[in-house]
């Protein structure tokens, strides 16, 4: 259990163009994701909290209006890059979280999406 | 943002050899979570602990809680070539929020 997908896995976009990056629970419901940036060889930074039916909280930093998430459904919640630029392009990756067995909570991360802006 | 003190920052090791590595905080969590990452995959979770002192194994992996809520540490013993890869320790705060906050990783690699 506790499977989370991400789509696309790679893509590429032409400077200035939008991306939407999808972020599934398969199985299971979850009404909070993460949405995270990796750079090579360098940990997760979290960018943003996904709230089902409410809006995103974004980390200091992290602007709004460029990352777009919507988080529609218990299963779904997605990242618009808008206006992308080459120095967007990053391994972006969701997680989901999911109420643990001893009353605690645990993040699944999904395989994560390359995106490469030229 | 704040990362965690993740220590060591990369090893070389033998197949068949134990591993130890620690992770180090300035704030108290609630929970410690170890993740493993593959090259260009996401992280996977290996272990959560939710109680100080808490001492958690998984196979071939054990993990503490250490007491004073700051800092976590993750054995792996007798180490096989399948786990290279990054691992990542990661606390967490009660609450809704729950975010993670990662520590800088520790790469891992394992020879014949």
């Known amino acids: 259990g506790a499977v989370v997908s991400q789509h696309p896995s790679r893509v590429i976009c032409k400077s200035g163009t939008s991306v939407k990056i999808e972020c599934r629970s398969l199985d299971f419901q979850a009404t909070t994701m993460f949405w995270y940036r990796q750079f090579p060889k360098q940990s997760l930074m979290l960018m943003a909290t996904?709230?089902?039916?409410?809006?995103?909280?974004?980390e200091q930093g992290v602007e709004k209006d460029k990352f777009l998430i919507n988080h529609a459904s218990l299963t779904l919640s997605t990242l618009t890059v808008t206006s992308a630029h080459p120095e967007d392009s990053s391994f972006y990756i969701c997680s989901a979280l999911r109420v643990a067995g001893q009353g605690g909570y645990e993040q699944y991360f999904g395989p994560g999406t390359r995106l490469t802006v030229t | 943002g704040q990362q965690l003190n993740q220590s060591p920052q990369s090893m070389f090791i033998q197949e068949g050899e134990d591993v130890s590595m620690n992770c180090t905080s300035s704030?108290?969590?609630?929970?410690w979570l170890w993740y493993k990452q593959d090259p260009g995959e996401g992280p996977v979770l290996l272990i959560a602990l939710y109680k100080a002192g808490e001492l958690t194994s998984n196979g071939r992996l054990t993990a503490q809680f250490g007491i004073t809520r700051k800092d976590s540490f993750l054995n792996i013993s007798a180490s096989i070539p399948s786990d290279v890869g990054i691992y990542f320790c990661?606390?967490?705060?009660?609450?809704?929020?729950?975010?993670?906050?990662f520590g800088t990783g520790t790469r891992l690699q394992v020879t014949l």
């Open positions: 704030s108290i969590f609630n929970t």
């Open positions: 996904s709230n089902e039916g409410s809006k995103a909280t974004y």
């Open positions: 990661a606390g967490q705060t009660t609450g809704t929020a729950s975010k993670l906050t």
